[in-house]
Every structure is written in C-alpha cells, then in structure tokens.
C-alpha cells in the first residue's frame, strides 16, 4: 500500500514535470518568435521570476573534447549579472546526441558553484521532450511545439533578399550641408510619424525616405530617444523595422537593422535583437552603434542600461548633437 502512494506520487511528479517542460517550450518559442534549434538555453530565475532567457548554440558545449568546468564559465555570467538564484536548462537538438547530459552536468555544476540552483533541465529532441524525471521505461513524450518558423528561417528574414530589394536609384539623395539641420527636424518628425502608426502598410516612397532619414546619425539617435520613452509601441516597430530587412541592401541596411536590435532589446527579446545586430555588422562592420550593441547583449546587459544612458539627452540633443545648450 505504501509503495503503491509512493508510485502514484512519482509518476505525477514525473506527469507535471513533463507538462512544465513542454509550457516552458512553448514559452520559449513564443517569446522568441522562432524554434530554437540546436539551442541551449537557459532561463535565469530570481525570486520565482524568470530575469532573463539565455540562447546559446549548443556546438560550443557538445563539440569540444571534454568540457571542462572553465569552458562554461562566460556562459554563466548573464546569470550572475542578474544576480539568479535558480536556472532552468532547455536543449533543443536535430539528432539525439548522448554528450547533452554531461553538458547538464557540468553547466549545473558551474551553477552551483555560483549559488545558483539548477531547478529542471529537459532535452528536445526533435519533436519529442526528455525531462530530469524520465526513467529508461519512458515513452517518448510528444513536445506539442510548432516548429514552423526556425531560428535559420528568422535569420534569412533578416538578410537582404535580391528578390526584394529596392532598386538604389529609388533612395532620396542627402541634403546639402547648410541645409542640413532643418533637414533633420523635418526628416525626425516624419519617421516619428510613420513609425507612430506602425502596423499599417508603408508606400515605397515612405520606406525609402524613412530608410535614408534613419541612415543619418542625429535623426537616429532622436528615433531612439522616442523608442525609449515610449512615443511608440514598441512590438510594431520591431516588426516594421525587422520587415524592412530583405529589402534593404547592404548600404542602407545597418541603421535599420540597428534601430529594429535595440527594440527588439527592450522588448525583451535578445534573441530578435541579436539576429538584428549581426545583421547591421555584416552590413557595415565598423557601425559604431550595432558593435556597442551587439556587446551588450554579449554580456546580456538589461534594457534599463540603454534607457538610462539614452536619458542622460533630451531629444533635442539627439537631433542636435550636444553643442545645444542644455
Ligand atoms: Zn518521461
């Protein structure tokens, strides 16, 4: 009889853990607008909240011979900036590959060697889920999860497309220097308008303006001051930019696809923003913004450090530069 209550209690410990695994795919997926294949991920927690979801490629934890206790450590970090007390671990693979269990080993032992516990960690396998709690016996538990739309498949979205690009000869030319400055007022409060309607279908006429007026330092930076203090709304925008992408060649590129980085960023969604920012420094490597960025997101920074430093300048700054008086 005994026994019997404690089976029971096993196998629904087992049955929540499996229905936990797959919420927390689903989760995943949602959030990140894509299936994180060949991912690892880990979900930093603090004080019951998750603080921060970490995508990682998988290839640098199963490929290098033995993984070693230093090997993870720069992964760790994002965790402890966040001051996590607990972790979940997601892996997300093509093909089952029998080395993930002594990658869980060892990243739950940099965990704890950090003071953070390591709470669930489940295996993907294609379409079926592996959890902590399954035993030899167990069928393969079906994950539920719509695939459809791959980390690859995102990335190509945000790639110039040459049948869809824009034609170099549609861009408006760049002002002359004295009538530079009026200029930018007039251009900001375009692209202040159009994005303020996001959602709605953008004309090639608008697109190309708006594309040009954003290539522009000072009109960008006065757009990025209107993103932080919530002048838009800020999924559309992501979207309208991160859709503008395949369009765009490689010069006119990197500032959208920088600004759509920074929103996706304070949206929450690093993993968007990162496919973004790689996008802006394939495009033009030396982009100042998209390598500061793109290092902020390494070290898994949170948005509040971008809205802070914007702040710090009014949006006549921005548009301005900072010889305006203050
Ligand atoms: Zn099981």
Redesign the pocket.
């Known amino acids: 009889m005994h026994q019997i209550s404690f089976m029971t209690i096993l196998m629904q410990s087992?049955d929540s853990?499996?229905k936990a695994a797959r919420e927390t795919l689903n989760d995943l997926v949602g959030s990140f607008g894509f299936y994180p294949e060949n991912s690892l991920i880990i979900r930093w927690i603090k004080r019951g909240k998750v603080v921060l979801t970490q995508r990682c490629d998988v290839a640098a934890f199963v490929s290098p011979e033995g993984l070693s206790q230093s090997d993870v450590e720069i992964y760790l970090e994002p965790g402890q900036t966040y001051f996590a007390e607990e972790a979940v671990i997601v892996i997300c693979l093509d093909n089952v590959n029998p080395r993930v269990h002594e990658v869980i080993e060892v990243v739950g032992s940099g965990m704890a060697h950090a003071n953070i516990t390591l709470v669930d960690a489940f295996i993907v396998v294609g379409q079926h889920?592996?959890?902590s709690?399954?035993?030899g016996d167990?069928?393969?538990?079906v994950a539920l999860t719509d695939t459809g739309v791959s980390r690859l498949d995102r990335e190509k979205q945000c790639a110039s497309n040459p049948a869809l690009l824009i034609d170099a000869n549609e861009f408006p030319q760049l002002p002359k220097p004295e009538s530079l400055n009026a200029w930018r007022a007039t251009e900001s409060l375009f692209v202040q308008d159009r994005l303020s309607r996001a959602g709605g279908p953008l004309a090639l006429g608008e697109i190309v303006r708006l594309t040009v007026a954003m290539g522009d330092i000072r009109v960008r930076d006065s757009i990025l001051w209107d993103m932080a203090n919530g002048v838009f709304d800020r999924r559309l925008v992501a979207s309208l930019l991160t859709d503008l992408l395949p369009k765009l060649d490689a010069k006119h590129g990197a500032s959208i696809a920088t600004c759509a980085a920074v929103c996706w960023w304070l949206n929450g969604n690093g993993a968007m923003a990162n496919l973004c920012v790689n996008r802006a420094v394939n495009d033009l490597p030396g982009y100042s913004l998209a390598i500061m960025v793109r290092t902020a997101l390494e070290h898994a920074l949170p948005p509040s450090f971008w809205l802070e430093s914007i702040n710090e300048l009014t949006r006549d700054q921005c548009l301005s530069g900072l010889e305006v008086a203050p």
Do not use: A, L, Y
């Open positions: 087992h853990n499996v889920i592996i959890s709690g399954c035993g167990c069928q393969p538990h």
